[in-house]
């Protein structure tokens, strides 16, 4: 009897909660996720390369490791220009080559000779990771690390001593120049080098040799919230190429079966992903502002031009991926002034054609909401607030988003991002305008993600529709802007 009124009492409570709360549940995450730190990461957007060292002077891209660290010699380095200037374009981080393949380190390590101590920068008392680093703090820019595996100029590249090696230079860095919030490892792997003086051509495994895992896994106990980027993850994926884009279909997710730099035949997987994948690894974009990763001053006229730049911007941060451009300083080390203005007017552009977003004032409406309650309505797409989202019931996989300006605009941009914290859902849907007496197809894609702009060829209309045409669950959309 006691037992059957105690249930009796339970369900009564629990039946008034629900009432209270108007309970609506809200959706089930749609596996793989992203953690909280792949999360920020995705809110960065932009961030900067900076490749500079004794490739810079003797205008290599790859340097055989065998240059005199006498070479490196820049008498006019500013690192607040570089700061001042990337932070100004809107970047959020900054990833610095600490030591690129010819094994070279800008830092006075304690285990190689190689490095900027031996050079004439500052009389050998030169620091520039640390400039960097400290550079970034005081902007208020993200720092990152680039390190290469392979070193050209290392006697024991090839053998079990380099990985030691290469582990206490990771300690050295992430001791004493962080927080960092990204460590990039690079691709190349092997081949010919000096390595000491045999010159000569070394293979390695790329996919056991550096024993990634472990070694992965002694930098996060030195520092858990730095992400790491290799072709295949395991935070963040190369897009397979260095074009800047990725593909218009473009999953945030995919199954990595290694997890190794220099990764072979997958650039496809790279710029699509996998609707399917069982890991959460977004795409990254690297691209360079000039032809080459280094400065080389025959390609001061070939610097990318603001539209270019635009361009890379809406293929890459337009698709779901974050873009990282290189901005290399010269020999003086600045940034040169050809870059500069590059810069300068894409961030013109970012400004003219992003300034005035037609749903603020606008009417929106849907075609369903979740439980018909305001906690999932249309209202959330257009609110500026990033944790609010508009969503359908569980076995509701599509709908339509109706906004109407009242009179008529033209439209040129639609701007949609998925609530990722709850997975990435569409898979297909299509934009369509009201031409004064019925709807017209605009343009159409697939995948949304953390972000998806569409350019449009300019309409003039008063009503613009969004149609959700499948989804592996019920559509979970943050946020919408029309510009």
């Known amino acids: 009897m006691l037992t059957r009124r105690f249930f009796s009492f339970l369900y009564f409570v629990l039946f008034i909660n629900s009432l209270r709360a108007g309970e609506v549940t809200s959706p089930a995450p749609v596996f793989p996720v992203p953690s909280e730190k792949q999360i920020a990461w995705h809110e960065m957007e932009m961030n900067a390369f900076v490749h500079f060292t004794i490739n810079t002077f003797t205008n290599l891209e790859w340097g055989m490791g065998n240059e005199s660290p006498e070479l490196f010699n820049p008498d006019s380095t500013n690192v607040s220009q570089w700061t001042d200037i990337i932070k100004g374009t809107g970047f959020k981080g900054l990833i610095f080559t600490c030591k690129h393949h010819d094994g070279f380190c800008l830092w006075p390590s304690a285990y190689t000779e190689h490095n900027i101590k031996n050079s004439p920068y500052k009389n050998g008392k030169g620091d520039l990771v640390k400039e960097v680093s400290d550079a970034c703090k005081k902007s208020g820019l993200k720092f990152g690390i680039y390190m290469s595996p392979w070193d050209r100029n290392q006697a024991t590249y090839g053998t079990p001593e380099y990985i030691t090696y290469y582990r206490n230079q990771l300690k050295e860095l992430f001791t004493n120049y962080g927080p960092v919030f990204e460590m990039w490892f690079d691709g190349a792997n092997g081949g010919t080098g000096y390595y000491g003086g045999t010159n000569e051509k070394r293979s390695i495994n790329g996919a056991t040799y ?54 072979s035949n997958t650039e496809t997987i790279l710029g699509r992903g996998s609707e399917d994948g069982n890991r959460w690894i977004p795409a990254e974009t690297d691209v ?8 080389h001053q025959k390609e001061d006229s070939l610097v990318k031009t603001p539209q270019q730049l635009f361009d890379i911007y809406l293929k890459s941060v337009g698709r779901g991926a974050l873009l990282l451009l290189n901005i290399p300083p010269d020999k003086r080390g600045l940034i040169n002034n050809n870059d500069v203005k590059a810069l300068a007017g894409f961030k013109e552009l970012l ?15 849907t075609s369903a909401t979740r439980g018909k309650s305001l906690k999932f309505g249309a209202a959330n797409l257009i609110d500026g607030n990033k944790d609010t989202y508009w969503a359908t019931d569980d076995q509701t996989t599509t709908g339509d988003i109706t906004v109407d300006f009242t009179k008529t605009k033209q439209v040129k941009y639609i701007v949609l991002q998925e609530y990722i914290k709850l ?48 989804s592996k669950a019920c559509p979970v959309i943050s946020n919408l802007e029309i510009y």
């Open 210 to 263: 550096y024993e990634w895992p472990k070694t992965i896994n002694i930098v996060r106990e030195m520092s858990p919230n730095t992400l790491f980027f290799s072709d295949a993850g395991p935070d963040i994926r190369w897009c397979g190429n260095e074009e800047g884009k990725v593909d218009e279909t473009c999953w945030a997710t995919i199954s990595p079966d290694t997890l190794y730099a220099g990764k």
């Open 288 to 295: 360079s502002i000039r032809p080459g990763w280094f400065y």
């Open 351 to 365: 400004q003219k054609e992003f300034s005035t977003n037609l749903t603020k004032g606008a009417k929106i409406s």
């Open 423 to 470: 997975g990435q859902r569409i898979k297909s849907f299509h934009v369509d305008y009201w031409n004064g007496k019925k709807w017209e197809t605009l343009t159409s894609a697939t995948t949304i993600g953390y972000k998806r702009i569409l350019k449009i060829d300019p309409v003039q209309t008063q009503k613009i529709r969004i149609c959700f045409t499948e």
